[in-house]
């Protein structure tokens, strides 16, 4: 809590509590072994070590460890298995030395006189059991790409594997289930498919008719509502910066269309109509015509499947800008 209060200017109650955990991960090992100036150090230096795991993974390994698993016990579980080379003192459990020489001894680490040959033993061990999971996993893992492999699909990334394989909003009772929409908060834009205008056939989608009545002034706003799935969101987006329309509203909904949502089961029972997530995107239109954004909206989202969205048009009478106290068509415009 100290360090993470110094470093980041506030305490981080996670990394706390994952520093509690990597604690009793790091004195697994010589917790039979050691007292309690060498329990409180092996504490010491898991809390600092965790830190280190997480900043590893993060910001220069780039590994995806949401929840610090690794950095609890894979680093914890190295250094629990080396500190009992370490500070063992000689009250304890028959160390590896005395296993192998026969001698019933108990194990001594360094710290306590007792030379690199417990720690030795340590090191060996470690290195066997690195060895032994490196290649049973990766055995398993090939099997698993082979099979039915290792990634999900976007949806099931989105949704959620409770949902999708289970039929739960969430696995933990009580909890409000999140909703999450891609969305690119680094420098970089992430990497998605672009869609250009007319990349698939207008017969892939239904066709539109429009008909609308023109104001007086002769310009022209338009309100488009489009309803998607949350993981098309970022082609959505890229697919509007394309034609020139980068202000939208974004907010997750629930809902479901006249197939109820997809039927799922629960315990052999089939559930009744519940709710799916999507995102609603509104987007006020003058320059750009609204037949371009319907078309590349549709091109955008469409699979040819259940749940590709709707798109809902409607006449907007007036836009006011509140900085500048301008209408109509000069609200929607950005000229600074």
């Known amino acids: 809590m100290v360090y ?49 795991g997480v900043w590893l993974l993060d ?68 290195v066997c059991v690195l060895a032994w999971t490196a290649v049973t996993i990766t055995l398993t893992f090939f099997i698993i790409k082979k099979t039915i492999g290792l990634r999900v699909s976007r949806h099931e990334e989105i949704v959620g594997l409770d949902a999708t394989e289970h039929g739960l909003p969430s696995s933990y009772a009580d909890f409000v289930p999140a909703m999450h929409v891609e969305l690119s908060t680094s420098g970089k834009e992430k990497e998605v498919e672009t869609v250009k205008v007319g990349s698939a056939p207008v017969e892939a989608a239904v066709p539109v008719a429009y008909k609308s009545a023109k104001p007086s002034d002769g310009t022209k706003m338009s309100k488009v509502v489009i309803l998607a799935k949350q993981e098309k969101f970022e082609v959505l987006k890229n697919a509007m910066s394309s034609i020139g329309v980068t202000g939208m509203t974004v907010t997750n909904v629930l809902g479901c269309g006249m197939q109820k949502g997809s039927t799922e089961f629960y315990r052999g029972v089939k559930v009744e109509t519940h709710l799916l997530p999507k995102i609603k995107v509104e987007i006020v239109v003058c320059k750009v015509p609204v037949e371009t954004v319907v078309e590349t909206a549709k091109q955008a989202l469409y699979t040819g499947r259940i749940g590709d969205g709707k798109i809902f048009v409607y006449d907007v009478e007036d836009v006011v800008k509140v900085r500048t106290g301008e209408t109509g068509y000069d609200a929607l415009q950005d000229v600074e």
Request: hydrophobic share 50%; net charge negative.
């Open 4 to 52: 993470t209060w110094i470093r980041h200017g506030k305490p981080d109650v996670s990394m706390c509590l994952n520093a509690s955990l990597a604690g009793l991960v790091a004195i697994t090992a010589p917790c039979a072994d050691t007292d309690c100036l060498g329990a409180a150090i092996i504490g010491l230096v898991s809390g600092f070590l965790v830190c280190f």
């Open 59 to 126: 910001y220069k390994l780039h590994i995806d460890d949401p929840v610090g698993a690794v950095a609890v016990h894979f680093f914890n579980g190295i250094w629990g298995t080396i500190a009992v080379g370490l500070f063992s003192n000689g009250n304890g459990q028959n160390g590896g030395v005395a296993a192998v020489n026969g001698t019933g001894e108990h194990a001594v680490g360094l710290f306590y006189g007792g030379g690199f040959a417990q720690l030795g033993v340590q090191l060996l061990g470690m």
